[in-house]
């Protein structure tokens, strides 16, 4: 393997980590949506809805950069020079490193969220049961926490999907056969 491609996958590692928190803010946006509708000044929520939004594009242009345009930012960064070798002895393919990248940011995701996820939901149930209908408790927080835990499971789940998608973009579209 050479240093150009371990770093490749080193970046695309990055990326990947970069997109878990991407896919986390996601519902941020849904929440700031939520809080621009339900608050007295529009202001306080439209400046809260374009810092998330601003997060979220930049993220997502991290991302992209750090899993589609990898040999971009080794050139500039000059990765790949200054070593004495340019080989590294490791015997695994790309792919593999990736899934088993994936899975543990998968997996890492939702040891930190299902916690959360089920003391939102029973501070839900709890808030809903001590105010018999006065106050409806809000289920936002139970909706952001389940979908962070969902996009951990499909990160687990579907890990060979998303390197696929990964994989089928280095490819030049000449080597891509039908």
Known sequence: MTLRTLFNIILKILGIFFIKDFLSLIPQVISSLLFIINSETVGEGVAVLISVLLFLLLYGAISYYLIFKTDLIIDKLKLDKGFDS????????????????????????FIDEFPNFCQQLFSYFQQRQMNFGL??????????????????????????????????RRKKPDDVQD
């Open 135 to 168: 106050n409806k408790p809000t289920i936002s927080y139970v909706v952001i926490s389940g979908i962070k835990v969902t996009i951990a499971f499909f990160l687990m789940s579907e890990q060979r999907l998303i390197v696929n998608v990964i994989e089928r």
């Open 86 to 109: 340019d080989t590294v002895s490791l015997n695994i393919h790309r792919s593999t490193v990736l899934s088993i990248a994936i899975i543990v940011i998968g997996g890492l995701l």
